[in-house]
């Protein structure tokens, strides 16, 4: 049984940066598809970046692109998303999920997965 533990939410001022990490715990890092969602309040949930594990691509929401980037350490079995720049609007609660049997060959398939099967708590961002 996979878990997902997220740590490193926290409220910071505009222009910021901050380092999420998501421990897992029950799975293997290979052949999966790994993310990043967040949810604002009012909003429905939507994907921030994906990465999938065997090459290891990547894909961005537009809205984070150039300021964002998701990585995994094998060792540690971790999904890193580190925030820079960040803006009021990317104030949410973050997610990390993994989808163990995703069938995808690229982070582009990863991103248009909607049946990531696992999920962490979730941990809040705020930028102010």
């Known amino acids: 049984h996979v878990q997902l533990v997220e740590s490193g939410g926290g409220s910071v001022q505009a222009g910021g940066s901050l380092k999420l990490s998501c421990s897992a715990s029950g799975a293997t890092l290979s052949n999966i598809c790994m993310g990043w969602f967040r949810q604002a309040p009012g909003n429905e949930r939507e994907g921030v970046a994906v990465?999938?594990?065997?090459?290891?691509?990547?894909e961005y929401h537009n809205s984070v692109k150039g300021r964002f980037v998701i990585s995994r350490d094998d060792v540690k079995q971790t999904l890193d998303l580190q925030m820079s720049s960040l803006k009021p609007d990317d104030t949410a609660t973050y997610y990390c999920a993994v989808l163990e049997t995703s069938f995808c060959a690229n982070a582009y398939c990863c991103w248009l997965k909607n049946d990531y099967n696992f999920w962490g708590q979730g941990t809040q961002v705020t930028v102010s």
């Open positions: 990465i999938y594990t065997i090459d290891p691509s990547t």
